[in-house]
């Protein structure tokens, strides 16, 4: 039998955190659930696997809050369970930047969907794409001629960019990252950086997959579960066992 794997997050303002960690915890393990879900004043953000019909009951219980209404998951299966254990935890900020000031929820930038970015790739348009993710996810693959920062942890990003030749702030930018989280962050800084024409790949490479394929990408994209990394058909590097 196979397992759905879900996945989203939304920056949000959220209160009342103890509470809600109860909820969800107890939830999860009434519908043996198995991941994360991180929780924070700035938002939310879920990485989980189960059954079909138990995934289905918590995409229900979580767009039931008004607050995460709109809060849109990717889906897609694996032949067995990617996850050891269910956690809940509540953290200072659900992707860690440590910068004051930055609220994507307030300060969102442009998103730009997968199907306009492969037409923009397609047609040869002059663009930058800056990979916000960990160096060792870059070198099992990434989009054709892009540019990243060699980060050992997203906390780098601020540091990086500095470094970022100046000339790009007057050039169209679209960050990405793996499912969105770390470029709708990384997004908002470089424009308080002076960057005038920034974009975030909606989704991140994850939709890009799912709409797109692998046009324009090279190798496979690194998952933090037992499935290790993905193609660009969402298929696993490793079967694993249920």
């Known amino acids: ?6 996945a989203g997050y939304k920056f949000t303002a959220l209160d009342a955190l103890d509470d809600l960690k109860a909820v969800l915890a107890r939830r999860c393990r009434e519908l043996e659930l198995k991941g994360t879900i991180l929780l924070s004043i700035e938002g939310i953000n879920i990485v989980i696997a189960g059954r079909k019909a138990a995934v289905s009951v918590f995409q229900d219980l979580i767009l039931a809050d008004p607050r995460l209404a709109d809060l849109r998951f990717k889906r897609s299966e694996s032949a067995f369970q990617p996850f050891d254990r269910m956690l809940v935890k509540i953290k200072p900020e659900i992707i860690t930047l440590r910068v004051p ?10 998103a730009i969907a997968p199907a306009q970015l492969k037409s923009w790739l397609d047609e040869g348009r002059e663009v930058v794409l800056l990979d916000t993710r960990n160096a060792f996810e870059v070198e099992a693959g990434t989009f054709d001629n892009a540019i990243h920062l060699k980060l050992n942890a997203f906390g780098e990003f601020i540091k990086a960019a500095d470094a970022l030749d100046p000339a790009l702030k007057d050039k169209t930018v679209v960050t990405f990252c793996t499912g969105g989280i770390r470029c709708e962050k990384a997004a908002p800084v470089l424009i308080a950086k002076g960057f005038r024409d920034v974009y975030q790949l909606d989704g991140g490479i994850l939709q890009y997959f799912e709409d797109r394929g ?21 298929q696993p590097e490793v079967t694993g066992t249920q």
Do not use: E, T
């Not at 000031?101 to 442009?110: H, L, N, S």
């Open 1 to 6: 039998m196979s397992f759905i794997n879900l």
């Open 101 to 110: 000031g930055i609220d994507p929820a307030k300060q969102r930038a442009p």
């Open 214 to 234: 692998d046009a324009h990408f090279k190798g496979r994209c690194i998952v933090f579960d037992q499935r290790v990394a993905l193609d660009g058909n969402l």
